[in-house]
């Protein structure tokens, strides 16, 4: 069944006028759901219960529930097991770094892509989440950040599964989140990340919305590429480029590329080499992320010398970079792997 949160305004409007309901409680309902953050419909107290009780019967919020959660030993990472309408559970974490507080949603019920090292690509693929079921995600930590006075800064949809394999509704939910006459987060406030479906990253620069791209490449090599994130095979580093130079062409906005640090395999001088090739004429940041260890993948992370070293030859090559920190590894906060822990554990 559809909840309230897979309409959009015009659909609301839609259902209440086939109600019989006035025009401007479409807007009124709209702003509890995504200005108060309610989720239920006893707090929409201007609304005659009449029509609280037609929308209860008529329509639910399917919100999703916590089916396991974990905080990091500083209490600044959440992660949450979100349990779905029909019991399948994706993850969504919260982490709070100074004033940020960002949530990191999923889009996929697992994943088709299955790269080597990730626990969400390990799982394989289950189904696409709704829109709804993507904004959901988000408003379960601003109404948990509301209770604290604190509130909801950015989004990346970077948990798990391809957001660009599920485009339209990921689309969606941004929408949703950048609504002004809603939640109101600002477009530079969202991150999409992507393993490369190069079509689709075109079809993404064409829709005028200014929220950052964030490439998972972590190789630039296609030999090497192959091996690491299979759907290069498919969409190889010339096209996934050109994609790239299509997108900051159009938006006029800096592309982040995401590299996991895999000692021995991705850290060497010619991968920094080749990637800082790759990046010339191109607006472009690169994250380095030493790899989260994943039990069906034998890769490590280098050590801190091996990450400084690389680092130090993207600076020799004037590549833009940052060394992120794996905040929460302690809590598993690699994609997919609370939900593969649970999995192993067994689940109803
Ligand atoms: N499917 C999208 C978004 C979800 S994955 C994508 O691949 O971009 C989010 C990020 O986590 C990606 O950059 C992915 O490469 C990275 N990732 C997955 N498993 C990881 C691991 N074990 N260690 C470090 N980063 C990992
Ligand atoms: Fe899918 Fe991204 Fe994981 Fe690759 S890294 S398997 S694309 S979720």
Redesign the pocket.
Same mark, same amino acid.
């Given at each position: 069944m559809k909840s309230l949160y897979d309409l959009d305004f015009p659909a609301l409007q839609a259902l209440l006028a086939g109600w019989g309901v006035p025009t401007y409680r479409a807007r009124q309902v709209w702003e509890w759901l995504y200005v108060h953050l309610a989720d239920s419909f006893d707090q929409m107290t201007n609304l005659p219960l009449p029509l609280r009780e037609k929308l209860a019967s008529g329509i639910g919020f399917a919100l999703p529930s916590v089916a396991a959660s974990q905080t990091s030993a500083d209490g600044q990472t959440q992660k949450d097991l979100l349990r779905l309408s029909d019991g399948e559970t994706v993850e969504a974490v919260l982490m709070r770094y100074d004033q940020r507080r960002t949530a990191c949603i999923s889009t996929q019920v697992g &994943?088709?892509? +299955? /790269?080597a090292? &990730?626990?969400? +690509?390990q799982a394989g693929f289950r189904r696409n989440l709704s829109a709804g079921e993507i904004v959901a995600q988000t408003l379960h930590f601003a109404r948990h950040l509301k209770q604290e006075n604190d509130r909801l800064t950015n989004v990346v949809l970077m948990g798990? +599964?391809?957001p660009l394999l599920n485009y339209d509704a990921s689309l969606e939910a941004v929408r949703r989140m950048v609504d002004p006459q809603g939640f109101r987060l600002g477009q530079r406030h969202i991150t999409l @990340?992507t393993?490369g479906i190069a079509p689709a990253i075109r079809r993404l620069a064409d829709e005028e919305i200014q929220i950052t791209l964030a490439v @998972?490449l972590h190789a630039a090599t296609d030999e090497l590429r192959d091996t690491l994130?299979p759907?290069n095979r498919r969409y190889p580093l010339s096209e996934l480029f050109a994609a790239c130079h299509h997108y900051g062409e159009r938006t006029g906005r800096r592309i982040s590329f995401e590299w996991a640090l895999i000692d021995g395999i991705n850290d060497t001088p010619q991968q920094a080499q080749a990637l800082a090739a790759r990046l010339v004429g191109l607006h472009a940041h690169v994250n380095l992320i030493p790899l989260n260890p994943t039990p069906a993948y034998a890769g490590q992370p280098p050590n801190a010398d091996g990450v400084a070293a690389f680092a130090a030859q993207l600076e020799r090559h004037h590549v833009s970079y940052t060394v992120r920190v794996r905040r929460g590894i302690e809590i598993q906060a690699g /994609? +997919?792997q609370l939900r593969q822990r649970k999995a192993e554990k067994g689940r109803p």
């Open positions: &994943c088709a892509i +299955g /790269c090292f &990730c626990a969400t +690509g798990m +599964g391809e @990340s393993v @998972s994130v759907i /994609c +997919g």
